[in-house]
């Protein structure tokens, strides 16, 4: 079926705003993954959901990074409060036996 | 601490040559290695997976080393042609995640 998506692609947000970043695993995908990729560099674990429940947050860089999957499928990663320092691309990635299947990523500019 | 490293600088070859790329890491013990290609404005797509009892894996023009002993992988694409030209990232997963190099640059020129 179809592939990992996230929308929006691209977010430019004033500091200060909130942000909603979407993805949508492929479809049966139990697990699922954020990472944030700075330019020039490997991407780095945010967070990880298996169905509905969040077994790892331990690389949300602050308690203004949210993330949640209510239904065990969808995902929203929120940051509140943006700083300039999340400019950033955002991936999710959902995974099947050992591989991640990646979806393009949100690139997020904050002014 | 933990860290994997790869190939600091971009890397520049001609086409048909075989291109060699290096992942070197300290303080793992990876069951299993893998190697992702990653296009301008595209997320990571997984290329081949090997794990630490395996000492080579090849899928046509790629073959991946890992010694568990020096730590290293190292990733190879023979005949290569402008089109594998793209940033190649190497990842060990710990505790579930992936944990990823750098990546490297590589471009091909005809």
């Known amino acids: 079926g179809a592939g990992v998506s996230q929308s929006p692609r691209y977010k430019v947000a004033k500091r200060g705003q909130d942000v909603a970043l979407r993805c949508d695993p492929i479809?049966?995908?139990?697990?699922l993954f954020w990472y944030q990729q700075a330019l020039g560099q490997g991407p780095e674990f945010l967070t990880y959901?298996?169905?509905?429940?969040?077994?790892?947050k331990s690389g949300l860089p602050s308690d203004r990074f949210f993330a949640e999957r209510p239904e065990g499928s969808v995902s929203t990663l929120k940051i509140q409060r943006t700083q300039q320092e999340d400019s950033a691309v955002y991936l999710c990635?959902?995974?099947?036996?050992?591989?991640?299947?990646f979806g393009p990523g949100t690139r997020l500019l904050v002014l | 601490s933990q860290k994997i490293e790869q190939n600091s600088e971009a890397l520049n070859i001609q086409e048909g040559k075989t291109a060699t790329l290096t992942c070197n890491y300290t303080n793992y013990s990876p069951a299993y290695l893998q190697w992702y290609r990653q296009d301008p404005g595209r997320g990571p797509v997984f290329l081949l997976l090997i794990r630490e009892n395996e000492k080579e894996k090849r899928k046509e023009r790629l073959k991946v080393t890992f010694d568990t002993t020096l730590k290293q992988s190292l990733f190879h694409i023979t005949a290569s042609q402008p089109a594998d030209s793209a940033t190649y990232l190497c990842?060990?997963?710990?505790?579930?995640?992936?944990?990823f190099g750098q990546g490297t640059e590589l471009s091909v020129k005809p």
């Open positions: 990635a959902s995974r099947t036996q050992e591989t991640q299947y």
């Open positions: 479809s049966g995908h139990v697990s």
């Open positions: 990842a060990l997963e710990g505790g579930g995640k992936l944990i």
């Open positions: 959901f298996q169905n509905e429940a969040q077994l790892d």
